[in-house]
């Protein structure tokens, strides 16, 4: 919270930018660099985006969205770091068993999975996003493409992610606080399992991409978001917080939610995830294991040009994100610009942008 009070202001320094042919000054601050603030991503998307051009296969990708009921929600947000890891677990498993099946695919899968932790409304809504390609990898060693409309019936694959999922749930060592604390009692907790059970969790697989380009630019979307960025907030008034939400319930229609500064600041704080803990992760052919030689093999199987991987410059990445060169003087266009690093006691270090 201290480091996106703080971002880009005088509190963490900054630099000043001085042109040497026309005057012209710009004043910079830094980043806060925390991932959960809505300024600091921007940047770091377009570093992973570039990082996973590589990745990318010429066939049709899947996007499969694997949600928990909501009475789950609370015990998930008391035991965050060990549920996280199940959901991720849970989710991974389901579509490497059933893909490996050869009454639906029988392939290998290499799939990468994001978690979400919030709906629209920033309520506490955890839920992970997975990015999977329509074929896998046989046995043998060949491709095997997937119906072109159709990857994995979605009934199946809800029904074995709620088996995994409450089975490492029964196994998990958790910590049960204030309305869970009946759960504590074995009896209790077998009651609630077994109402779990009887739930259908939701699984749904959107229709697949038009292409790899489109992959791309949709992975970027989920990958760094954060809660809800500043666009979305419309006012701040009377120690009141108005934000724009989609109502996926009444179909999908933007509206305008008010809630007090206090209850804004709660909600976006439960989306603050636990120290060190990885919300983007790669499986199957994308794990580091002998990832190199399954993505070239993938790759000639699915005729997927390959082309030679140069890693963008930071200043090739703001170029795209700004639409203008940053080496250039926007007064006068002169590319003959300093710097001058360091504000407040520390003595100014001055270097020739290049």
């Known amino acids: 919270m201290s480091a996106i009070e ?3 202001t005088a509190d963490l320094g900054g630099h000043k930018d001085v042109c040497n042919e026309c005057g012209y000054t710009r004043i910079s601050y830094n980043s806060c660099r925390n991932r959960h603030c809505p300024k600091c991503q921007t940047l770091s998307k377009e570093r992973w985006i570039d990082s996973q051009k590589n990745n990318l296969l010429d066939v049709g990708y899947f996007h499969v969205v694997f949600t928990i009921p909501d009475t789950l929600k609370t015990l998930i947000f008391q035991n965050q770091k060990k549920l996280y890891t199940i959901l991720f677990k849970s989710a991974a498993e389901t579509l490497q068993e059933l893909s490996s099946d050869k009454k639906y695919l029988g392939a290998k899968l290499g799939f990468t999975s994001i978690l979400h932790t919030w709906g629209q409304n920033l309520m506490h809504h955890p839920h992970l996003h997975c990015i999977v390609p329509g074929g896998g990898l046989n046995s043998i060693g ?72 489109c992959v791309v630019e949709y992975l970027g ?11 979305r907030i419309l006012n701040l008034e009377n120690g009141n917080v108005s934000f724009k939400w989609r109502d996926y319930k009444d179909a999908n229609k933007w509206k305008a939610m008010t809630v007090s500064a206090d209850e804004f600041i709660r909600r976006f704080l439960t989306h603050i995830l636990p120290a060190r803990f990885m919300k983007i992760r790669h499986y199957g052919l ?11 093999l993938c790759k000639k199987l699915t005729g997927t040009q390959v082309l ?47």
């Open 142 to 213: 060949k491709w095997v493409s997937s119906r072109k409309k159709f990857f994995l019936p979605v009934k199946v694959l809800s029904r074995k992610f709620r088996g995994k999922f409450l089975y490492y749930l029964k196994q998990a060592d958790l910590s049960f606080y204030g309305q869970l604390d009946y759960l504590s009692s074995p009896t209790s907790f077998n009651n609630f399992l077994s109402q779990l059970y009887k739930k259908e969790w939701i699984v749904y697989c959107k229709p697949p991409f038009k292409n790899a380009f």
């Open 221 to 231: 979307r989920y990958t760094h978001r954060v809660a809800i960025s500043n666009s």
């Open 6 to 8: 703080q971002c880009r």
């Open 308 to 354: 030679p991987f140069k890693k963008a410059s930071t200043i090739q990445l703001i170029r795209k994100i700004l639409g203008e060169d940053a080496l250039k003087c926007p007064h006068c266009g002169s590319d003959k610009l300093s710097r001058y690093m360091g504000f407040g006691n520390a003595p100014p270090i001055i270097t020739q942008i290049a």
């Open 286 to 296: 994308l794990g580091n294991r002998n990832k190199t030689s399954k993505l070239s």
